[in-house]
C-alpha cells in the first residue's frame, strides 16, 4: 500500500483533493447558508456548455467551463434582481440552456471529445502541475478573502438587506462570492464530475449542521468532514481500482445517515431521562 506514495499522479491526486475539499467546504457553507444550493446545481450543469465549446473551437475546456460558469452565475443575479424573474426559473433556464450548447457542441466536435467522461465523473488521477498550481492559488485567494471580510461574508449570507442597511459593502462582497463559487465549481469538476459535484458542496454542511449552528463551526467542522472523506475515498478507489468520486459520495452519504441515526438515540435518551426525572 504504501509503494503507492511513489507514484508522481498518487501524489498529485492527493495534494489536489487536499485543496479542494478546504476550498469547497468553505464555499459549500457560503451557499448552504445562502440558500444557493440550486443556483450552485444549475451553474455546475451550464459548466457543460463550455466544455462542449472548448472541444469544438480546440481551446481549454476548463477556461471555457470557467466562463461560462461566471457568466452563468452572472445571469442568474442579473435575470432575477434586475429582469424581476423568479430566481428557480433563471435558474432552470441557464441549466438547460448551459446543457443544451454542450452537448451540442460535443456532437459536432469531429471524432471523439478527449476526457469527456472524466468532466461528467470525475477523475482526480488526471491532475497535472498546472491544475495543482491553479488549486492552489485559488484556494489561498478564498482563505485570504474570507480572513478579511469574514463577518460581512458571513452577514451577507444570513441577512441581505440587514447587512445592507448596517453599510456593508453586500453588491462587492456577492459579486465576489458568486465568481468564487464559479471557480470552485470549474476546479472541483475534475475531483468528481458534474453529475457529483453538489454532494460537495451539500453533504459536508449537512453533517455538519446536525452538531452545529453557528457559521465559523459548519464551517470548520465541513473542513475536516470533507478533508477525512475525500482522502479515504481516494486510498479506497486506488486499492479498489475505481473512480474516487462515487466513493466520496457514499462516505458522506454514510456519514450523514449514521450521525443521523446517533443523534436520534441521543435524543431519545435525553427525553427518557427527563421524563424519568419528572416522574421521580
Same mark, same amino acid.
Given at each position: 500500500?504504501?509503494?503507492?506514495?511513489?507514484y508522481t499522479f498518487f501524489q498529485y491526486a492527493l495534494i489536489a %483533493?487536499?485543496?479542494?475539499? %478546504?476550498?469547497?467546504?468553505?464555499?459549500?457553507?457560503?451557499?448552504?447558508?445562502?440558500? &444557493?444550493?440550486?443556483?450552485?446545481?444549475?451553474?455546475?450543469?451550464?459548466?457543460f456548455g463550455g466544455l462542449g465549446l472548448g472541444y469544438f473551437f480546440?481551446?481549454?475546456?476548463i477556461a471555457m467551463a470557467t466562463v461560462f460558469a461566471v457568466v452563468?452565475?452572472?445571469?442568474?443575479?442579473?435575470?432575477?434582481?434586475?429582469?424581476?424573474?423568479?430566481?428557480?426559473?433563471?435558474?432552470?433556464? +441557464?441549466?438547460?440552456? *448551459?446543457?443544451?450548447?454542450?452537448? &451540442? !457542441?460535443? !456532437?459536432?466536435?469531429? *471524432?471523439?471529445?478527449?476526457?469527456? @467522461?472524466?468532466?461528467?465523473?470525475? @477523475?482526480?488521477?488526471?491532475?497535472?502541475?498546472?491544475?495543482?498550481?491553479?488549486?492552489?492559488? !485559488?484556494?489561498?485567494?478564498?482563505?485570504?478573502?474570507?480572513?478579511?471580510?469574514?463577518?460581512?461574508? +458571513?452577514?451577507?449570507?444570513?441577512?441581505?438587506?440587514?447587512?445592507?442597511?448596517?453599510?456593508?459593502?453586500?453588491?462587492?462582497?456577492?459579486?465576489?462570492?458568486?465568481? &468564487?463559487?464559479?471557480?470552485?465549481?470549474?476546479?472541483?469538476?475534475?475531483?468528481?464530475?458534474?453529475?457529483?459535484?453538489?454532494? &460537495?458542496?451539500?453533504?459536508?454542511?449537512?453533517?455538519?449542521?446536525?452538531?452545529?449552528?453557528?457559521?465559523?463551526?459548519?464551517?470548520?467542522?465541513?473542513?475536516? %468532514?470533507?478533508?477525512?472523506?475525500?482522502?479515504?475515498?481516494?486510498?479506497?478507489?486506488?486499492?479498489?481500482?475505481?473512480?474516487?468520486?462515487?466513493?466520496? +459520495?457514499?462516505?458522506?452519504?454514510?456519514?450523514?445517515?449514521?450521525?443521523?441515526?446517533?443523534?436520534?438515540?441521543? @435524543?431519545?435518551?435525553? @427525553?427518557?431521562?427527563?421524563?424519568?426525572?419528572? +416522574?421521580?
Open positions: 500500500m504504501t509503494e503507492i506514495f511513489s %483533493v487536499v485543496l479542494i475539499s %478546504v476550498a469547497s467546504a468553505i464555499i459549500g457553507t457560503y451557499i448552504v447558508t445562502r440558500r &444557493m444550493t440550486a443556483i450552485a446545481g444549475g451553474i455546475t450543469h451550464a459548466c480546440g481551446v481549454s475546456p452563468s452565475s452572472a445571469g442568474v443575479e442579473w435575470l432575477s434582481s434586475r429582469q424581476r424573474i423568479r430566481e428557480d426559473s433563471a435558474i432552470a433556464a +441557464v441549466w438547460a440552456v *448551459g446543457m443544451a450548447i454542450g452537448v &451540442m !457542441f460535443v !456532437f459536432l466536435t469531429p *471524432g471523439l471529445a478527449p476526457d469527456l @467522461n472524466s468532466f461528467l465523473f470525475g @477523475n482526480i488521477l488526471t491532475i497535472t502541475v498546472s491544475d495543482l498550481i491553479a488549486f492552489a492559488i !485559488f484556494t489561498a485567494v478564498l482563505i485570504a478573502f474570507f480572513a478579511l471580510f469574514f463577518d460581512k461574508i +458571513v452577514a451577507t449570507a444570513f441577512d441581505k438587506d440587514f447587512a445592507r442597511v448596517s453599510g456593508m459593502p453586500v453588491r462587492l462582497i456577492s459579486t465576489v462570492m458568486t465568481v &468564487m463559487i464559479a471557480i470552485c465549481i470549474v476546479l472541483t469538476i475534475r475531483l468528481i464530475g458534474i453529475m457529483l459535484l453538489m454532494s &460537495m458542496l451539500s453533504l459536508p454542511q449537512m453533517i455538519a449542521e446536525i452538531r452545529y449552528h453557528h457559521f465559523r463551526e459548519i464551517m470548520i467542522c465541513s473542513i475536516v %468532514v470533507s478533508l477525512l472523506a475525500c482522502v479515504a475515498s481516494l486510498f479506497i478507489a486506488a486499492v479498489i481500482d475505481i473512480p474516487c468520486s462515487p466513493i466520496i +459520495v457514499i462516505i458522506l452519504t454514510l456519514v450523514y445517515i449514521i450521525c443521523k441515526v446517533v443523534q436520534s438515540f441521543s @435524543n431519545r435518551r435525553k @427525553n427518557n431521562k427527563l421524563h424519568a426525572s419528572r +416522574v421521580k
